[in-house]
Structures are given as structure tokens and as C-alpha cells.
């Protein structure tokens, strides 16, 4: 029997830090048709915008950074690419992920590319992804595959270690004016500054819970700094609202159990 991923150690680093990176999960041939299918997709189907608003941008850039600043995004590359189909699938990727859903079936909930252009590319507020994707409880890890190295200068991940503790905290959601934004954590209690951070290589995944606090700084670099968000759940863990709400996903390990009175999944399309 292969061995697993994880070492107990890094179990254990994860539930009590709320993150962990684990080098090296895709090969250098994984990785290339990854990219190459990437570039098309980009090119294709992604969207490039201003991202994420609010309040937090004035305290993040300057009135001309925040101007120039752009985020590309694309959810849901596995829909699009063999490479990505494949990727989510992967067996070391999957195998961490139930280890550390403490081997519970494991399902795939989404995947989301967030690419940060070139030297304006967008910084991220302190968050949790919950408000995103509300589920009821933790059971939900976020896997972040690095497709570049990171380091401060691109604005690598940073976590707020043991903070996943908390569960669920409330986010702004209004702008002053009570215009909807973004929702993030108050900068005025929430400091990028007190965070950990997690720079990563090409092939490295980085994974964290769904209450874990993070964020990032600005990509400052002529290059993009890619990475793709890869969410996967214990598939009893309810959803609550948000991105992928009432979509079942792949089971990528285990067998999706039966809550009582719950039907099969419809095969009819959509009217």
C-alpha cells in the first residue's frame, strides 16, 4: 500500500496553525500541461477586472496603485481543461486532503483561478474564505496550486496561525455609502502585518481551512503571479449560501454518504 502524503506531524501542524504547505505535489510533466492549458483558458474565458471592492483598498495602495490595480480570475478550470480535470483528481493532492479531513469521503466543491498581473496585480484584505462559501462547520480545506514561485515581492500567501479557531467571524459587507462590497475583515483590527507567510514553488500547494485568516500583498513584480484555488469538503458538511451553492461536486475519495430522506441528484437540464 503507497504511503500516505502526510506524516501525523503535519496533521497535527495543520489542525493547530490552520495551514500547511506541501512541497512538490505536482511533477514538472504535470505541471507543463497545466500551464500550456492555463494559457488558454486565460486567453478564452477568463475575465480580468478592478476585484475584490471596498473600504480596505484605500488602506491597502496608494490613490494610483489602487487605480491601476487588476485581478483575472476564472472559476471552475476543471469544467474547461483535461489538465485541470485531471489535476483535482491528482492522488497525492487528494490523498492530503482527506488525511486532513481526518479520512472522511472527500468531495470537490470548486476551483477558482486568481492571477495577480504584473506589478499593480491585486492585494489581498485579511478574510476568511467562509463568507464566500458558507458551510456549516470546518470540515472544508482550501488548496491554493502555486503555477509560479512566490516570495513577498509577488505577494505570497500569509496566514494568521490558530486563528481558524474562531470559526466564523463577521465581515464588512457594506461600503461606508451601504453599497455592497467585498466582503473582508476590519483593517483597523486586521493587519496583514501580524500574518505568517507561506512562500511556495512551482508544484507546491499550499492548503488551509475555511476559517483560517489570510491575505496577501500586492504583486510588485514584471511577472503575473498565478495560483488556482482548488476547494474540497467532507461532503456532510452542509452548504450554507455562496459560490456553488446546491451544485454537488466530484467525489474524489470515498463514497458520498446518504443523509436521511435525501434523494439522488436529478438528471434533468436546466429549464
Not at 16 to 33: H, K, L, T, W
Not at 138 to 160: A, K, M, Q, S, W
Not at 171 to 176: A, D, E, I, T
Request: charged share 20%.
Amino acid at each position: 500500500m503507497p504511503s500516505l502524503p502526510l506524516a501525523e506531524s503535519d496533521v497535527a501542524f495543520f489542525h493547530e496553525n490552520g495551514y500547511i504547505r506541501i512541497p512538490q505535489v505536482f511533477s514538472a510533466d504535470e505541471m507543463d500541461a497545466m500551464d500550456r492549458e492555463l494559457d488558454v483558458l486565460m486567453d478564452q474565458w477568463a475575465s480580468t477586472s478592478v476585484g475584490w471592492t471596498g473600504p480596505w483598498r484605500q488602506a491597502y495602495m496608494d490613490k494610483n496603485t489602487e487605480a491601476a490595480s487588476k485581478l483575472t480570475a476564472m472559476h471552475d478550470l476543471h469544467f474547461y481543461s483535461e489538465a485541470w480535470c485531471r489535476a483535482v483528481i491528482q492522488p497525492t493532492l487528494t490523498s492530503a486532503a482527506q488525511q486532513l479531513l481526518l479520512g472522511s469521503p472527500v468531495e470537490l466543491h470548486h476551483t477558482t483561478l486568481h492571477t495577480k498581473p504584473p506589478q499593480t496585480g491585486h492585494p489581498f484584505p485579511m478574510h476568511q474564505d467562509s463568507p464566500f462559501y458558507r458551510h456549516t462547520d470546518g470540515r472544508y480545506v482550501d488548496v491554493l496550486v502555486h503555477l509560479d514561485d512566490t516570495r513577498h515581492e509577488n505577494g505570497e500567501i500569509r496566514f494568521l496561525p490558530g486563528s481558524h479557531k474562531q470559526g466564523h467571524i463577521e465581515h464588512v459587507l457594506k461600503m461606508p455609502n451601504g453599497d455592497d462590497c467585498t466582503p473582508h475583515l476590519p483593517t483597523a483590527d486586521w493587519s496583514l502585518e501580524d500574518t505568517v507567510p507561506v512562500p511556495a514553488k512551482r508544484g507546491d500547494v499550499v492548503c488551509f481551512s475555511i476559517f483560517t485568516v489570510h491575505g496577501s500583498y500586492i504583486n510588485q513584480t514584471p511577472q503575473p503571479r498565478r495560483m488556482v484555488r482548488v476547494g474540497y469538503r467532507d461532503p456532510a458538511n452542509e452548504q450554507m449560501f455562496g459560490q456553488s451553492h446546491n451544485r454537488p461536486g466530484l467525489m474524489v475519495r470515498g463514497v458520498r454518504p446518504k443523509r436521511s430522506g435525501q434523494e439522488a441528484f436529478s438528471t434533468a437540464g436546466a429549464l
